[in-house]
């Protein structure tokens, strides 16, 4: 679930988004995984919760990566940490009751500040937005027992090449330095122990 981040764009097509790659590694361990990427490029978070949360409801799920409010944070003019936290809670908190026992993924946004040309005031906006809802992030995700990535380390870290010829959404080699990035963050999961040193 989420956007851009897990839904890819046209130069990282299916198959090489960070999301597919980590479906192949479970294929790997475990055999037959069913794998739906529900993320749609561009979306806030309200319009994940309204256009993705049924289906990820639809059935019994073991692992669900929820990553979004990036979009929310450049789109909006007066991003809002407190609707984005009912947003959040609303999604993590139906997941969690429908599979008490499933891996959750959430993920902190990254500062696109950092990345593309805003004026002063919008670049303070973009700024303290991002902190704000890297914060709502962290308390959710407590709250409902997700792990939570930080992607935005992950960006910071990488090489030139990370990102796309636009200039902020990651590449096919950003995508696989995502992947990494959750492989190794999530090494001690029962179910994903082995991937480290796959």
């Known amino acids: 679930m989420g956007d851009s981040l897990t839904a890819g764009i046209d130069e990282t097509p299916p198959g090489t988004r960070w999301a597919d790659l980590f479906a192949d590694q479970l294929r790997a361990l475990h055999g037959e995984v069913t794998?739906?990427?529900?993320?749609?490029?561009?979306?806030?978070?309200?319009?994940?919760?309204?256009?993705?949360?049924?289906?990820?409801?639809?059935?019994?799920?073991?692992?669900?990566?929820?990553?979004?409010?990036?979009?929310?944070?450049m789109k909006l003019t007066?991003?809002?940490?407190?609707?984005?936290?009912?947003?959040?809670?609303?999604?993590?908190g139906a997941l969690r009751a429908a599979n008490p026992s499933a891996l959750l993924i959430g993920g902190r946004i990254a500062d696109m500040s950092e990345l593309l040309p805003y004026r002063e005031r919008s670049r303070a906006r973009v700024v303290r937005a991002t902190g704000e809802f890297n914060a709502v992030i962290d308390e959710v995700c407590a709250r409902h027992g997700a792990r939570v990535i930080d992607f935005s380390?992950?960006?910071?870290?990488?090489?030139?090449?990370?990102?796309?010829s636009d200039g902020f959404h990651p590449s096919i080699v950003g995508q696989r330095a995502i992947y990494d990035a959750v492989v190794a963050a999530l090494a001690d999961e029962p179910v994903l122990s082995s991937l480290a040193s796959s």
């Open 78 to 92: 007066a991003p809002d940490a407190t609707m984005f936290r009912a947003e959040m809670d609303a999604m993590f």
């Open 35 to 73: 794998y739906d990427n529900l993320a749609v490029f561009g979306m806030k978070s309200d319009e994940v919760r309204g256009a993705q949360l049924e289906a990820a409801l639809a059935g019994r799920v073991d692992v669900v990566s929820l990553i979004c409010g990036g979009n929310d944070v």
């Open 153 to 164: 380390v992950v960006t910071k870290e990488t090489a030139a090449d990370f990102l796309a």
